[in-house]
Protein backbone atom coordinates (compact mmCIF):
# COMPACT_ATOMS: atom_id res chain seq x y z
CA UNK A 1 0.00 0.00 0.00
CA UNK A 2 1.45 3.26 -0.69
CA UNK A 3 1.25 6.70 1.18
CA UNK A 4 -2.33 7.57 0.01
CA UNK A 5 -4.76 4.85 -0.51
CA UNK A 6 -7.17 4.78 -2.95
CA UNK A 7 -8.89 1.59 -2.82
CA UNK A 8 -11.06 0.92 -0.08
CA UNK A 9 -13.57 -2.10 1.26
CA UNK A 10 -16.59 -1.12 3.13
CA UNK A 11 -15.07 -2.15 6.55
CA UNK A 12 -11.76 0.03 5.96
CA UNK A 13 -13.47 2.77 4.50
CA UNK A 14 -15.44 3.69 7.95
CA UNK A 15 -12.54 4.02 9.97
CA UNK A 16 -10.68 7.43 10.35
CA UNK A 17 -7.39 7.30 8.55
CA UNK A 18 -4.00 9.08 7.48
CA UNK A 19 -6.14 10.50 4.25
CA UNK A 20 -9.25 12.00 6.50
CA UNK A 21 -6.69 13.84 8.50
CA UNK A 22 -4.49 15.04 4.94
CA UNK A 23 -7.88 16.91 3.75
CA UNK A 24 -8.89 18.21 7.43
CA UNK A 25 -5.93 19.73 7.13
CA UNK A 26 -5.90 20.88 3.29
CA UNK A 27 -9.34 21.88 2.94
CA UNK A 28 -8.93 24.92 5.33
CA UNK A 29 -6.08 25.91 3.29
CA UNK A 30 -7.82 25.85 0.45
CA UNK A 31 -10.78 27.97 1.60
CA UNK A 32 -8.01 30.60 2.74
CA UNK A 33 -6.58 30.69 -0.62
CA UNK A 34 -9.71 31.19 -2.59
CA UNK A 35 -10.36 34.22 0.04
CA UNK A 36 -6.72 35.91 -0.54
CA UNK A 37 -6.38 34.60 -4.05
CA UNK A 38 -9.44 35.72 -5.64
CA UNK A 39 -8.71 39.39 -3.98
CA UNK A 40 -5.17 39.07 -5.11
CA UNK A 41 -5.62 38.47 -8.46
CA UNK A 42 -7.75 40.84 -9.29
CA UNK A 43 -5.60 43.40 -8.92
CA UNK A 44 -3.04 41.45 -11.17
CA UNK A 45 -0.52 40.47 -8.63
CA UNK A 46 1.81 37.66 -9.01
CA UNK A 47 1.14 36.75 -6.01
CA UNK A 48 -2.26 36.46 -6.54
CA UNK A 49 -2.10 34.58 -8.93
CA UNK A 50 0.82 32.18 -7.28
CA UNK A 51 -2.03 31.47 -4.24
CA UNK A 52 -4.95 30.89 -6.34
CA UNK A 53 -3.10 28.25 -8.88
CA UNK A 54 -1.86 26.55 -5.42
CA UNK A 55 -5.68 26.77 -4.13
CA UNK A 56 -6.31 24.88 -7.22
CA UNK A 57 -3.78 21.96 -7.09
CA UNK A 58 -5.11 22.02 -3.35
CA UNK A 59 -8.87 21.59 -4.35
CA UNK A 60 -8.06 18.88 -6.73
CA UNK A 61 -5.67 17.14 -4.21
CA UNK A 62 -7.83 16.81 -1.74
CA UNK A 63 -10.88 15.47 -4.16
CA UNK A 64 -8.24 13.16 -5.82
CA UNK A 65 -7.94 11.79 -2.18
CA UNK A 66 -11.11 11.45 -0.57
CA UNK A 67 -13.73 11.01 -3.25
CA UNK A 68 -13.21 6.86 -3.09
CA UNK A 69 -13.58 6.97 0.27
CA UNK A 70 -16.84 8.78 0.18
CA UNK A 71 -18.19 6.95 -2.36
CA UNK A 72 -17.65 3.43 -0.79
CA UNK A 73 -18.65 4.81 2.65
CA UNK A 74 -21.81 6.12 0.49
CA UNK A 75 -22.78 2.72 -1.21
CA UNK A 76 -22.66 0.70 1.83
CA UNK A 77 -24.40 3.07 3.88
CA UNK A 78 -27.48 3.46 1.41
CA UNK A 79 -27.48 -0.05 1.33
CA UNK A 80 -28.34 0.13 5.25
CA UNK A 81 -30.21 3.33 4.92
CA UNK A 82 -33.87 2.07 4.84
CA UNK A 83 -33.71 -0.04 7.71
CA UNK A 84 -32.34 2.71 9.52
CA UNK A 85 -34.61 5.25 8.48
CA UNK A 86 -37.25 2.61 9.77
CA UNK A 87 -35.34 2.20 12.97
CA UNK A 88 -35.40 6.08 13.59
CA UNK A 89 -39.15 6.55 12.99
CA UNK A 90 -39.53 3.80 16.13
CA UNK A 91 -36.86 4.90 18.04
CA UNK A 92 -37.50 8.68 18.31
CA UNK A 93 -41.74 8.21 19.40
CA UNK A 94 -41.78 9.55 22.70
CA UNK A 95 -43.74 6.83 23.88
CA UNK A 96 -40.58 4.84 23.65
CA UNK A 97 -38.39 6.61 25.78
CA UNK A 98 -40.84 7.04 28.96
CA UNK B 1 -35.31 57.22 -3.99
CA UNK B 2 -34.83 55.33 -7.61
CA UNK B 3 -36.96 55.89 -10.59
CA UNK B 4 -37.69 52.60 -12.43
CA UNK B 5 -38.15 52.22 -16.55
CA UNK B 6 -40.44 49.75 -17.59
CA UNK B 7 -37.34 47.17 -18.19
CA UNK B 8 -36.63 47.44 -14.79
CA UNK B 9 -40.56 46.16 -14.00
CA UNK B 10 -40.46 43.86 -16.10
CA UNK B 11 -37.00 42.39 -14.72
CA UNK B 12 -38.62 42.43 -11.14
CA UNK B 13 -41.96 40.69 -12.78
CA UNK B 14 -40.28 38.16 -14.54
CA UNK B 15 -38.45 36.80 -11.46
CA UNK B 16 -41.39 36.90 -9.32
CA UNK B 17 -43.49 34.82 -11.95
CA UNK B 18 -40.40 32.74 -12.68
CA UNK B 19 -39.51 31.88 -8.38
CA UNK B 20 -43.75 31.69 -7.83
CA UNK B 21 -43.54 28.76 -10.67
CA UNK B 22 -41.20 27.15 -8.21
CA UNK B 23 -44.10 26.70 -5.98
CA UNK B 24 -46.73 25.53 -8.31
CA UNK B 25 -44.28 22.96 -10.16
CA UNK B 26 -42.95 21.01 -6.74
CA UNK B 27 -46.34 21.20 -5.35
CA UNK B 28 -47.13 17.38 -5.53
CA UNK B 29 -43.46 16.43 -4.75
CA UNK B 30 -43.71 18.75 -1.67
CA UNK B 31 -47.05 16.83 -0.45
CA UNK B 32 -46.39 13.21 -0.11
CA UNK B 33 -44.37 13.15 2.91
CA UNK B 34 -42.78 15.07 6.09
CA UNK B 35 -39.56 13.94 4.87
CA UNK B 36 -40.80 15.45 0.52
CA UNK B 37 -41.90 18.80 2.85
CA UNK B 38 -38.49 18.92 5.09
CA UNK B 39 -35.57 17.10 3.35
CA UNK B 40 -36.88 16.68 -0.19
CA UNK B 41 -37.15 13.10 0.26
CA UNK B 42 -33.60 13.00 0.74
CA UNK B 43 -32.20 12.81 -2.86
CA UNK B 44 -30.87 15.96 -4.04
CA UNK B 45 -27.51 15.32 -6.03
CA UNK B 46 -24.84 17.81 -3.92
CA UNK B 47 -25.08 20.47 -6.24
CA UNK B 48 -28.63 21.32 -5.79
CA UNK B 49 -28.48 21.72 -1.71
CA UNK B 50 -25.12 23.62 -2.17
CA UNK B 51 -26.49 26.32 -4.09
CA UNK B 52 -28.98 26.71 -1.75
CA UNK B 53 -26.01 27.22 1.05
CA UNK B 54 -24.70 29.71 -0.92
CA UNK B 55 -28.04 31.17 -1.66
CA UNK B 56 -29.17 31.13 2.28
CA UNK B 57 -25.76 32.36 3.53
CA UNK B 58 -26.85 35.72 0.68
CA UNK B 59 -29.02 38.36 3.00
CA UNK B 60 -29.81 41.56 2.28
CA UNK B 61 -27.84 42.56 5.54
CA UNK B 62 -25.07 40.30 4.49
CA UNK B 63 -23.60 42.90 1.72
CA UNK B 64 -23.91 45.43 4.36
CA UNK B 65 -21.66 43.64 6.68
CA UNK B 66 -19.20 42.50 4.33
CA UNK B 67 -19.24 46.62 2.98
CA UNK B 68 -18.82 47.71 6.27
CA UNK B 69 -15.99 45.90 7.54
CA UNK B 70 -13.79 45.95 4.40
CA UNK B 71 -14.44 50.15 4.08
CA UNK B 72 -12.91 50.07 7.22
CA UNK B 73 -10.37 47.92 7.16
CA UNK B 74 -9.54 47.23 3.72
CA UNK B 75 -8.70 43.73 2.54
CA UNK B 76 -8.17 42.22 6.31
CA UNK B 77 -12.09 42.98 6.68
CA UNK B 78 -12.53 39.65 4.67
CA UNK B 79 -11.71 37.81 7.44
CA UNK B 80 -14.28 39.25 9.25
CA UNK B 81 -16.55 37.32 6.56
CA UNK B 82 -14.45 34.17 7.26
CA UNK B 83 -16.63 32.39 9.67
CA UNK B 84 -18.09 30.04 7.29
CA UNK B 85 -14.46 28.44 6.95
CA UNK B 86 -16.17 25.88 9.95
CA UNK B 87 -17.20 24.28 6.95
CA UNK B 88 -13.88 23.50 5.78
CA UNK B 89 -13.56 20.43 8.26
CA UNK B 90 -16.94 20.06 9.08
CA UNK B 91 -17.85 19.00 5.44
CA UNK B 92 -15.30 16.04 5.86
CA UNK B 93 -16.20 15.45 9.82
CA UNK B 94 -19.16 16.38 11.38
CA UNK B 95 -21.31 16.92 8.26
CA UNK B 96 -20.70 12.52 7.30
CA UNK B 97 -21.78 12.41 10.88
CA UNK B 98 -24.68 13.79 10.56
CA UNK B 99 -25.72 13.14 7.24
CA UNK B 100 -25.56 9.12 8.43
CA UNK B 101 -27.61 9.99 11.68
CA UNK B 102 -30.22 10.42 9.28
CA UNK B 103 -32.17 13.03 12.14
CA UNK B 104 -33.92 15.80 10.57
CA UNK B 105 -33.09 18.28 12.85
CA UNK B 106 -29.69 19.35 15.22
CA UNK B 107 -32.78 18.52 18.08
CA UNK B 108 -33.26 15.18 16.88
CA UNK B 109 -29.17 14.57 17.01
CA UNK B 110 -29.56 15.31 20.47
CA UNK B 111 -31.86 12.46 21.67
CA UNK B 112 -30.02 10.28 19.31
CA UNK B 113 -26.18 10.83 20.47
CA UNK B 114 -27.74 11.66 24.19
CA UNK B 115 -30.77 8.90 25.54
CA UNK B 116 -32.87 9.26 28.68
CA UNK B 117 -34.14 12.15 30.33
CA UNK B 118 -31.20 14.25 29.72
CA UNK B 119 -31.55 13.41 25.95
CA UNK B 120 -35.38 14.96 26.34
CA UNK B 121 -34.28 17.78 28.03
CA UNK B 122 -31.86 18.52 25.53
CA UNK B 123 -34.27 18.04 22.42
CA UNK B 124 -36.95 19.89 24.14
CA UNK B 125 -34.63 22.78 24.33
CA UNK B 126 -32.92 22.89 21.34
CA UNK B 127 -36.52 23.08 19.91
CA UNK B 128 -37.96 25.96 21.62
CA UNK B 129 -34.59 27.85 20.80
CA UNK B 130 -34.59 27.21 17.39
CA UNK B 131 -38.53 28.21 16.79
CA UNK B 132 -37.09 30.97 18.81
CA UNK B 133 -33.91 31.99 16.48
CA UNK B 134 -35.94 31.23 13.02
CA UNK B 135 -38.23 33.98 14.53
CA UNK B 136 -35.88 36.64 15.55
CA UNK B 137 -33.84 35.96 12.12
CA UNK B 138 -37.04 36.36 10.00
CA UNK B 139 -37.80 39.81 11.65
CA UNK B 140 -33.95 40.45 11.64
CA UNK B 141 -33.78 40.16 7.52
CA UNK B 142 -37.42 41.61 6.87
CA UNK B 143 -37.11 44.60 8.85
CA UNK B 144 -33.20 44.86 6.35
CA UNK B 145 -35.37 44.40 3.65
CA UNK B 146 -38.04 46.66 4.85
CA UNK B 147 -35.18 49.81 5.21
CA UNK B 148 -34.19 48.95 1.54
CA UNK B 149 -37.34 49.63 0.36
CA UNK B 150 -38.22 52.60 2.75
CA UNK B 151 -34.71 53.94 1.07
CA UNK B 152 -35.78 53.26 -2.69
CA UNK B 153 -39.40 53.71 -3.20
CA UNK B 154 -40.16 55.63 0.46
CA UNK B 155 -42.75 52.53 1.37
CA UNK B 156 -43.06 52.89 5.18
CA UNK B 157 -40.19 50.05 6.71
CA UNK B 158 -43.05 47.69 7.80
CA UNK B 159 -44.92 47.42 3.79
CA UNK B 160 -41.13 45.73 3.07
CA UNK B 161 -41.09 43.29 5.98
CA UNK B 162 -44.64 42.00 5.47
CA UNK B 163 -45.13 42.25 1.71
CA UNK B 164 -41.93 39.92 0.44
CA UNK B 165 -41.67 37.46 3.36
CA UNK B 166 -45.49 36.68 2.92
CA UNK B 167 -44.73 36.50 -0.94
CA UNK B 168 -42.18 34.26 -0.25
CA UNK B 169 -44.26 32.35 2.31
CA UNK B 170 -46.75 31.17 -0.83
CA UNK B 171 -44.24 28.96 -2.06
CA UNK B 172 -42.36 27.45 1.03
CA UNK B 173 -46.27 26.59 2.06
CA UNK B 174 -47.53 24.88 -0.92
CA UNK B 175 -44.15 22.83 -1.62
CA UNK B 176 -41.75 23.09 1.62
CA UNK B 177 -38.27 22.30 1.19
CA UNK B 178 -38.89 20.96 -2.67
CA UNK B 179 -39.55 24.55 -3.63
CA UNK B 180 -37.00 26.03 -1.11
CA UNK B 181 -34.17 24.35 -2.88
CA UNK B 182 -35.80 24.89 -6.37
CA UNK B 183 -36.04 28.74 -5.97
CA UNK B 184 -32.57 28.82 -3.77
CA UNK B 185 -30.61 27.15 -7.26
CA UNK B 186 -32.51 29.80 -9.27
CA UNK B 187 -32.10 32.86 -6.57
CA UNK B 188 -28.26 31.64 -6.61
CA UNK B 189 -27.67 32.11 -9.88
CA UNK B 190 -29.45 35.30 -10.72
CA UNK B 191 -27.86 36.84 -7.04
CA UNK B 192 -24.36 35.64 -7.87
CA UNK B 193 -24.69 37.11 -11.74
CA UNK B 194 -25.68 40.49 -10.48
CA UNK B 195 -22.71 40.53 -7.62
CA UNK B 196 -20.26 39.82 -10.59
CA UNK B 197 -21.88 42.70 -12.96
CA UNK B 198 -22.43 45.32 -10.11
CA UNK B 199 -19.21 44.74 -8.97
CA UNK B 200 -17.62 45.25 -12.46
CA UNK B 201 -19.30 48.28 -12.85
CA UNK B 202 -18.23 49.49 -9.40
CA UNK B 203 -14.37 49.01 -9.96
CA UNK B 204 -14.83 50.40 -13.56
CA UNK B 205 -16.73 53.29 -12.14
CA UNK B 206 -13.38 53.61 -9.95
CA UNK B 207 -10.75 53.14 -12.64
CA UNK B 208 -10.49 49.68 -13.29
CA UNK B 209 -8.42 47.23 -11.02
CA UNK B 210 -4.85 49.27 -11.88
CA UNK B 211 -6.87 52.79 -11.14
CA UNK B 212 -7.74 51.38 -7.87
CA UNK B 213 -4.17 50.63 -6.92
CA UNK B 214 -2.89 53.61 -8.22
CA UNK B 215 -5.10 55.64 -6.15
CA UNK B 216 -5.00 53.55 -3.37
CA UNK B 217 -1.06 54.54 -3.45
CA UNK B 218 -1.30 58.36 -4.07
CA UNK B 219 -3.96 58.55 -1.13
CA UNK B 220 -1.27 56.32 1.05
CA UNK B 221 -4.10 53.73 1.64
CA UNK B 222 -2.08 51.15 -0.03
CA UNK B 223 -2.31 48.94 3.08
CA UNK B 224 -5.92 48.15 2.55
CA UNK B 225 -4.60 46.04 -0.15
CA UNK B 226 -2.62 43.63 2.45
CA UNK B 227 -5.06 40.92 3.76
CA UNK B 228 -2.39 40.40 6.71
CA UNK B 229 -2.06 44.03 7.66
CA UNK B 230 -2.26 43.19 11.37
CA UNK B 231 -1.70 46.03 14.03
CA UNK B 232 0.46 44.27 16.63
CA UNK B 233 -0.18 41.48 18.66
CA UNK B 234 -3.48 42.34 20.93
CA UNK B 235 -3.35 46.34 19.70
CA UNK B 236 -5.24 48.03 17.01
CA UNK B 237 -8.02 47.80 14.81
CA UNK B 238 -6.64 44.22 13.45
CA UNK B 239 -4.66 42.28 16.24
CA UNK B 240 -3.27 39.36 15.41
CA UNK B 241 -4.63 37.45 18.35
CA UNK B 242 -8.07 38.38 16.90
CA UNK B 243 -7.48 36.87 13.52
CA UNK B 244 -5.54 33.94 15.69
CA UNK B 245 -8.96 33.48 17.85
CA UNK B 246 -11.59 33.89 14.49
CA UNK B 247 -9.35 31.48 12.89
CA UNK B 248 -9.30 28.63 15.82
CA UNK B 249 -13.39 29.44 16.38
CA UNK B 250 -14.39 29.22 12.58
CA UNK B 251 -11.69 26.33 11.56
CA UNK B 252 -11.25 23.90 14.57
CA UNK B 253 -15.35 24.16 14.84
CA UNK B 254 -15.75 22.50 12.43
CA UNK B 255 -15.50 18.84 14.04
CA UNK B 256 -18.41 19.74 16.22
CA UNK B 257 -22.18 20.73 15.34
CA UNK B 258 -23.56 23.62 16.66
CA UNK B 259 -20.08 25.56 16.63
CA UNK B 260 -21.32 28.15 14.55
CA UNK B 261 -25.01 29.55 14.45
CA UNK B 262 -25.58 28.57 10.58
CA UNK B 263 -25.36 24.92 11.02
CA UNK B 264 -28.69 24.31 11.88
CA UNK B 265 -30.36 25.46 9.06
CA UNK B 266 -26.71 23.86 6.46
CA UNK B 267 -28.00 20.36 9.13
CA UNK B 268 -31.08 20.61 7.04
CA UNK B 269 -29.11 20.69 3.67
CA UNK B 270 -26.99 18.20 4.43
CA UNK B 271 -29.83 15.84 5.43
CA UNK B 272 -31.62 16.76 2.09
CA UNK B 273 -28.69 15.67 -0.02
CA UNK B 274 -28.45 11.67 -1.59
CA UNK B 275 -25.67 10.34 0.37
CA UNK B 276 -22.72 10.90 2.25
CA UNK B 277 -20.38 12.26 -0.14
CA UNK B 278 -23.26 14.67 -1.83
CA UNK B 279 -23.77 16.05 1.72
CA UNK B 280 -19.77 16.28 1.85
CA UNK B 281 -19.62 18.45 -1.17
CA UNK B 282 -22.70 20.32 -0.44
CA UNK B 283 -21.29 22.05 2.67
CA UNK B 284 -17.64 22.17 1.00
CA UNK B 285 -19.02 23.64 -2.33
CA UNK B 286 -21.80 25.80 -0.94
CA UNK B 287 -19.22 27.56 1.47
CA UNK B 288 -16.75 27.49 -1.62
CA UNK B 289 -18.91 30.42 -3.06
CA UNK B 290 -19.89 31.92 0.20
CA UNK B 291 -15.93 32.72 0.11
CA UNK B 292 -15.23 33.55 -3.19
CA UNK B 293 -18.68 35.68 -3.25
CA UNK B 294 -16.96 37.87 -0.24
CA UNK B 295 -13.69 38.57 -1.92
CA UNK B 296 -15.44 39.27 -5.07
CA UNK B 297 -17.92 42.09 -2.89
CA UNK B 298 -14.49 43.28 -0.65
CA UNK B 299 -12.77 44.08 -4.59
CA UNK B 300 -16.11 46.04 -5.45
CA UNK B 301 -16.17 48.14 -1.82
CA UNK B 302 -12.12 48.92 -2.44
CA UNK B 303 -13.61 50.69 -5.73
CA UNK B 304 -16.20 52.26 -3.86
CA UNK B 305 -13.98 53.32 -1.08
CA UNK B 306 -11.58 55.18 -4.00
CA UNK B 307 -14.92 56.89 -4.98
CA UNK B 308 -15.96 58.10 -1.61
CA UNK B 309 -13.38 58.32 0.81
CA UNK B 310 -14.49 59.66 3.45
CA UNK B 311 -17.40 58.46 5.22
CA UNK B 312 -17.41 58.45 8.82
CA UNK B 313 -21.25 57.21 9.57
CA UNK B 314 -21.03 53.73 9.56
CA UNK B 315 -24.45 53.10 8.19
CA UNK B 316 -23.63 55.56 5.46
CA UNK B 317 -20.78 53.49 4.69
CA UNK B 318 -22.50 50.07 5.30
CA UNK B 319 -24.99 51.08 1.95
CA UNK B 320 -21.94 50.93 -0.34
CA UNK B 321 -22.45 48.05 -2.26
CA UNK B 322 -26.40 49.12 -2.88
CA UNK B 323 -25.11 52.53 -4.11
CA UNK B 324 -22.77 50.87 -6.80
CA UNK B 325 -25.60 49.06 -8.22
CA UNK B 326 -28.26 52.01 -7.87
CA UNK B 327 -26.10 55.09 -8.74
CA UNK B 328 -23.73 52.88 -11.68
CA UNK B 329 -25.60 50.52 -13.32
CA UNK B 330 -27.14 52.06 -16.42
CA UNK B 331 -31.12 51.98 -16.88
CA UNK B 332 -32.83 48.36 -17.41
CA UNK B 333 -30.07 46.97 -15.49
CA UNK B 334 -31.29 48.91 -12.05
CA UNK B 335 -34.59 46.41 -12.16
CA UNK B 336 -32.09 43.04 -12.63
CA UNK B 337 -30.60 44.29 -9.41
CA UNK B 338 -33.45 45.04 -7.36
CA UNK B 339 -34.52 41.47 -8.93
CA UNK B 340 -31.65 40.03 -7.56
CA UNK B 341 -31.69 41.61 -4.18
CA UNK B 342 -35.14 39.88 -3.61
CA UNK B 343 -33.73 37.08 -5.08
CA UNK B 344 -31.13 37.71 -1.98
CA UNK B 345 -33.65 38.29 0.33
CA UNK B 346 -36.31 35.70 -0.55
CA UNK B 347 -33.70 32.72 -0.23
CA UNK B 348 -32.98 33.33 2.94
CA UNK B 349 -36.27 33.88 4.52
CA UNK B 350 -37.89 30.62 2.33
CA UNK B 351 -34.83 28.21 4.18
CA UNK B 352 -35.50 30.04 7.82
CA UNK B 353 -39.25 29.96 7.49
CA UNK B 354 -38.63 25.86 6.45
CA UNK B 355 -36.53 25.04 9.21
CA UNK B 356 -38.87 26.87 11.75
CA UNK B 357 -41.22 24.92 10.62
CA UNK B 358 -39.57 21.69 10.68
CA UNK B 359 -38.82 21.91 14.03
CA UNK B 360 -42.30 22.65 14.98
CA UNK B 361 -43.67 19.90 13.41
CA UNK B 362 -41.09 16.88 13.72
CA UNK B 363 -39.74 18.00 16.95
CA UNK B 364 -42.68 19.49 18.46
CA UNK B 365 -45.86 17.90 16.97
CA UNK B 366 -44.40 14.81 15.66
CA UNK B 367 -42.31 13.71 18.43
CA UNK B 368 -44.53 14.90 21.88
CA UNK B 369 -48.10 15.79 20.02
CA UNK B 370 -48.59 13.33 18.06
CA UNK B 371 -46.26 10.65 17.28
CA UNK B 372 -49.02 8.81 15.18
CA UNK B 373 -49.36 11.33 12.63
CA UNK B 374 -50.45 10.38 9.20
CA UNK B 375 -47.97 12.01 6.94
CA UNK B 376 -50.96 13.76 4.96
CA UNK B 377 -51.26 15.24 8.97
CA UNK B 378 -47.85 16.49 9.26
CA UNK B 379 -47.47 18.11 5.82
CA UNK B 380 -50.46 19.80 7.20
CA UNK B 381 -49.01 20.95 10.76
CA UNK B 382 -45.50 21.94 8.40
CA UNK B 383 -47.93 24.83 6.49
CA UNK B 384 -49.60 25.72 9.27
CA UNK B 385 -46.62 26.04 11.49
CA UNK B 386 -44.81 27.86 8.52
CA UNK B 387 -48.17 30.55 8.72
CA UNK B 388 -47.41 30.87 12.50
CA UNK B 389 -43.76 31.45 12.04
CA UNK B 390 -44.19 34.27 9.72
CA UNK B 391 -46.79 35.93 11.54
CA UNK B 392 -44.76 36.24 14.66
CA UNK B 393 -41.87 37.16 13.00
CA UNK B 394 -43.32 40.16 12.18
CA UNK B 395 -43.76 41.20 15.48
CA UNK B 396 -40.03 40.59 16.21
CA UNK B 397 -39.06 42.58 13.10
CA UNK B 398 -41.40 45.32 13.96
CA UNK B 399 -39.74 45.35 17.40
CA UNK B 400 -36.40 44.66 15.85
CA UNK B 401 -34.80 48.21 16.96
CA UNK B 402 -35.31 48.20 20.53
CA UNK B 403 -34.47 44.04 21.31
CA UNK B 404 -31.38 44.18 18.70
CA UNK B 405 -28.52 45.40 21.88
CA UNK B 406 -29.93 42.44 23.97
CA UNK B 407 -30.23 39.77 21.34
CA UNK B 408 -27.08 40.01 20.18
CA UNK B 409 -26.09 39.57 23.15
CA UNK B 410 -27.75 36.53 23.53
CA UNK B 411 -25.91 35.01 19.78
CA UNK B 412 -22.85 36.09 21.42
CA UNK B 413 -23.00 34.08 24.48
CA UNK B 414 -24.74 31.21 22.52
CA UNK B 415 -21.09 30.87 21.02
CA UNK B 416 -18.53 31.26 23.51
CA UNK B 417 -19.08 28.96 26.35
CA UNK B 418 -20.78 26.12 24.44
CA UNK B 419 -18.33 25.89 21.62
CA UNK B 420 -16.13 22.91 23.03
CA UNK B 421 -18.86 21.84 24.69
CA UNK B 422 -20.92 21.43 20.94
CA UNK B 423 -17.27 19.74 19.80
CA UNK B 424 -17.20 17.14 22.44
CA UNK B 425 -20.57 16.00 21.87
CA UNK B 426 -19.24 14.92 18.62
CA UNK B 427 -15.88 13.54 18.93
CA UNK B 428 -16.21 12.52 22.83
CA UNK B 429 -18.41 9.63 24.12
CA UNK B 430 -17.66 10.43 27.57
CA UNK B 431 -19.50 13.62 27.66
CA UNK B 432 -22.80 13.15 28.60
CA UNK B 433 -26.32 14.78 28.32
CA UNK B 434 -25.95 16.91 31.88
CA UNK B 435 -22.51 17.85 30.94
CA UNK B 436 -23.64 19.33 27.77
CA UNK B 437 -26.80 20.96 29.41
CA UNK B 438 -24.90 22.52 32.75
CA UNK B 439 -22.59 24.32 29.79
CA UNK B 440 -25.46 25.92 28.47
CA UNK B 441 -26.41 27.04 31.86
CA UNK B 442 -23.01 28.30 33.09
CA UNK B 443 -22.26 30.21 29.68
CA UNK B 444 -25.80 32.03 29.97
CA UNK B 445 -24.86 32.73 34.11
CA UNK B 446 -20.88 33.67 33.40
CA UNK B 447 -21.58 35.50 30.16
CA UNK B 448 -23.39 38.16 32.08
CA UNK B 449 -20.53 38.32 34.48
CA UNK B 450 -18.06 38.43 32.21
CA UNK B 451 -18.85 40.89 29.70
CA UNK B 452 -21.03 43.12 32.41
CA UNK B 453 -21.27 42.67 35.92
CA UNK B 454 -17.65 41.95 36.52
CA UNK B 455 -16.18 44.80 34.23
CA UNK B 456 -18.87 46.95 36.01
CA UNK B 457 -17.70 46.12 39.51
CA UNK B 458 -13.93 46.87 38.76
CA UNK B 459 -13.02 43.21 39.30
CA UNK B 460 -12.42 42.36 35.14
CA UNK B 461 -11.13 45.06 32.70
CA UNK B 462 -13.14 45.39 29.70
CA UNK B 463 -11.75 42.84 27.77
CA UNK B 464 -12.00 43.01 24.00
CA UNK B 465 -14.08 40.48 22.41
CA UNK B 466 -12.22 38.19 21.62
CA UNK B 467 -10.42 37.83 25.03
CA UNK B 468 -14.21 37.07 26.07
CA UNK B 469 -14.08 34.11 24.29
CA UNK B 470 -11.48 32.75 25.61
CA UNK B 471 -12.55 33.55 29.24
CA UNK B 472 -15.65 32.18 28.96
CA UNK B 473 -14.29 29.26 27.25
CA UNK B 474 -12.19 28.11 30.12
CA UNK B 475 -14.76 29.03 33.36
CA UNK B 476 -17.21 27.34 31.35
CA UNK B 477 -15.05 24.22 31.59
CA UNK B 478 -14.86 24.32 35.21
CA UNK B 479 -18.30 23.13 35.49
CA UNK B 480 -19.24 21.00 32.51
CA UNK B 481 -16.29 18.88 32.85
CA UNK B 482 -17.00 18.12 37.05
CA UNK B 483 -20.74 17.35 36.07
CA UNK B 484 -19.99 14.83 33.03
CA UNK B 485 -17.15 13.30 35.42
CA UNK B 486 -19.36 13.02 38.62
CA UNK B 487 -22.58 12.30 36.50
CA UNK B 488 -22.90 8.45 34.84
CA UNK B 489 -22.13 8.06 31.24
CA UNK B 490 -24.66 7.43 28.64
CA UNK B 491 -25.99 3.87 28.53
CA UNK B 492 -24.07 1.75 26.61
CA UNK B 493 -26.34 0.44 24.57
CA UNK B 494 -27.62 3.55 23.54
CA UNK B 495 -24.35 4.57 22.65
CA UNK B 496 -23.20 1.42 20.75
CA UNK B 497 -26.45 1.78 18.52
CA UNK B 498 -25.32 5.72 17.99
CA UNK B 499 -21.60 4.84 17.19
CA UNK B 500 -22.71 1.96 14.70
CA UNK B 501 -25.19 4.35 13.03
CA UNK B 502 -22.33 7.54 12.35
CA UNK B 503 -19.17 5.99 13.16
CA UNK B 504 -18.11 9.42 15.00
CA UNK B 505 -14.11 10.46 14.86
CA UNK B 506 -12.22 10.93 18.08
CA UNK B 507 -12.30 9.51 21.69
CA UNK B 508 -14.76 6.64 20.88
CA UNK B 509 -12.44 3.63 22.11
CA UNK B 510 -14.80 1.80 25.10
CA UNK B 511 -17.87 2.43 22.59
CA UNK B 512 -15.89 1.04 19.84
CA UNK B 513 -14.40 -2.17 21.98
CA UNK B 514 -18.51 -3.03 23.06
CA UNK B 515 -19.62 -3.08 19.71
CA UNK B 516 -16.66 -5.58 18.56
CA UNK B 517 -17.61 -7.65 21.53
CA UNK B 518 -21.48 -8.06 20.45
CA UNK B 519 -19.99 -8.78 16.98
CA UNK B 520 -21.26 -5.91 15.83
CA UNK B 521 -18.38 -4.47 14.37
CA UNK B 522 -15.31 -6.03 12.83
CA UNK B 523 -11.84 -5.41 13.64
CA UNK B 524 -10.11 -4.10 10.69
CA UNK B 525 -6.74 -4.00 12.10
CA UNK B 526 -6.80 -7.60 13.66
CA UNK B 527 -8.51 -9.30 10.58
CA UNK B 528 -5.59 -7.28 8.54
Given at each position: ??????????????????????????????????????????????????????????????????????????????????????????????E??? | ???????????????I??????????????????S?????????????P?????????A??????????????????????????W???????????????????????????????????L???????????????M?????A?????????????????????????????????????M??????I?????????????????????????????????????????T???????????????????V???????????????????????????????????????I?????????????F?????????????M??F???????????????????????????????????M??????????????????????????????????????????????????????????????????????????????????????????????????????????D????????????????????L??????????????M???????????????????????????
Amino acid sequence: MGLLRRKWTPESAEQWTREDWIVILISPLAYVGIAVGTALVFFMTTIGLIVLGITMLFIILMHWIIDPKLKTISREYERKQKQYLIELEQTQRWEEVQ
Amino acid sequence: MIHFAVLDWIWIFLFIILMMGCGVLFYRLGKRSESDFFLAGRGLPWWLPASSVYATHTAVDTPMWVTGVVYKYGLTGIWYAFFAAWCAISAFVSTRIFRRSLAYTQAEWQGLRFGGLGGELLRGWMTGWQIFMTMFNMGWIGIAMGKICQYLFGWPAWFGLVGFSTLCAVYVMTSGYWGVVMADFQQGIIAFCAIIVVSIWGVKAAGGPNGIVDKLAVMGESWRLNPFHFTGLFSGDFPLAWFITMMVIAVIGGFGMGTNIDWYVEAQRIQSARSVRDASYTIWWGTALVILRNSIWAIAILGFFVLFPNIKDASQYEMGWFRLGFEFLPVGLVGFFFAAILAIHLSTVSSILNLGAMYATRDLYHHYINPQASQERLVRVGRLSTLLILVFSFFFGLMMNEITKWLIFALWIMAAGVWLPNILQVIWWRFNAWGYLSSWIANLGLSWLVVWILPMAGVLPNLPDYLQFWVLMGLTAFIYIPVTLLTKPENMDHLVRYYMMCRPLGFWGPVRREAEKRGLLLDVKRSA
